[in-house]
């Protein structure tokens, strides 16, 4: 069965840092995607990053890149020059293949992140 | 242009009472899921509507949980006789008929449920 592992529980940043948030994964099947959600405290996910299994190049939007590290299965986020608004809480998922129809997606326990000033 | 929306945003309930959760998906999107997210954990999947056909329930944790969609838009998600257990925040996304790589889902703020 497919599973997503978010060993940190809680991060701390300084401003202006980065920071690495830690994601890895299991499944059998050779072609799946990674997103990566963030979720303030207003409870909204709000979609980060996305991975596809075949891609060549770690994805990039913005501060956020994608540490992919296919024959490990990890797929750490990357954020660079890290703000306040970042204080949050990070989820690593993975698209479980149901066809072309639809797309399961399973989610980490997550990782907190608190921004220090 | 708008999002997700669901309502109420918090809902209290005695034990054993009904509740009914709705979700305003965005216009036009084809796919709808519900997930039910437990405090500090990550959303689980519960559900999933193609238009209006349910295609898989597989999460529904019991027989208690019930959802729908009848026009294809508004989706409701009921729990009948709720338990204390059912405390949760509920989310619902929705995603666009594409067939892209990406297939991004977008999510509502939630419905946070309270069973007391």
């Known amino acids: 069965a497919q599973k997503i592992t978010q060993t940190q529980p809680g991060m701390f940043v300084q401003e202006k840092e980065a920071v690495t948030l830690d994601c890895t994964y299991d499944?059998?099947?050779?072609?799946?995607?990674l997103f990566w959600y963030k979720q303030p405290s207003s409870g909204e996910m709000i979609f980060l990053i996305y991975?596809?299994?075949?891609?060549?190049q770690n994805a990039t939007e913005g501060r956020y890149s994608l540490n992919f590290q296919k024959a490990r299965k990890s797929a750490n986020l990357v954020i660079s020059a890290s703000q306040l608004g970042d204080s949050a809480m990070y989820f690593c998922?993975?698209?479980?293949?149901?066809?072309?129809?639809?797309?399961?997606?399973?989610f980490g326990p997550g990782t907190s992140l608190s921004v220090i000033p | 242009g708008a999002g997700v929306s669901q309502s109420p945003r918090y809902k209290v309930a005695k034990r054993g009472q009904d509740v009914a959760l709705r979700c305003d998906p965005i216009?036009?999107?084809?796919?709808l899921f519900w997930y039910q997210q437990a405090l500090g954990q990550g959303p689980e999947f519960l559900t999933y509507?193609?238009?209006?056909?349910?295609?898989?329930k597989s999460g529904l944790p019991s027989d208690r949980f019930f959802a729908e969609r009848p026009e294809g838009s508004v989706s409701t998600l009921k729990i009948q006789r709720t338990q204390q257990e059912d405390s949760a925040v509920y989310l619902c996304?929705?995603?666009?008929?594409?067939?892209?790589?990406?297939?991004?889902?977008?999510f509502g703020p939630g419905t946070r449920l309270t069973v007391t």
């Open positions: 216009s036009g999107h084809v796919s």
């Open positions: 499944t059998s099947d050779p072609s799946y995607g």
């Open positions: 509507f193609q238009n209006e056909a349910q295609l898989d």
């Open positions: 991975q596809g299994s075949y891609d060549q």
């Open positions: 996304a929705s995603s666009p008929p594409t067939q892209g790589r990406l297939r991004e889902q977008y």
């Open positions: 998922a993975m698209r479980e293949p149901g066809g072309a129809s639809y797309d399961k997606v399973i």
